[in-house]
């Protein structure tokens, strides 16, 4: 099983399941095609939008674990 950390990146986690695509679109990432997001890190995309990137990663990794 895979794991992510909040140095992961955007794209590489689409890599690692791109099945979690409806996760983020669902907390507001609408823009995981765009160039620039493919080089963000969790970390980084939770601050742009307002959520705490450790609930993020832990949500991540609780849909890795079940899919």
Same mark, same amino acid.
Do not use: R, Y
């Given at each position: 099983?895979?794991?992510?950390?909040?140095?992961?990146? @955007?794209? +590489?986690?689409?890599?690692?399941?791109?099945?979690?695509?409806?996760? &983020?679109?669902?907390?507001?990432?609408?823009? =995981?095609?765009?160039?620039?997001?493919?080089?963000?890190? @969790?970390? +980084?995309?939770?601050?742009?939008?307002?959520?705490?990137?450790?609930? &993020?990663?832990?949500?991540?990794?609780?849909? =890795?674990?079940?899919?």
């Amino acid at each position: 099983m895979a794991k992510v950390t909040k140095e992961t990146m @955007i794209g +590489e986690l689409l890599q690692i399941n791109a099945d979690i695509a409806p996760l &983020l679109l669902g907390i507001g990432m609408h823009c =995981l095609g765009c160039p620039s997001a493919q080089m963000e890190t @969790i970390a +980084e995309a939770a601050m742009v939008h307002g959520i705490d990137p450790d609930d &993020l990663v832990d949500d991540i990794n609780n849909f =890795l674990a079940h899919n």
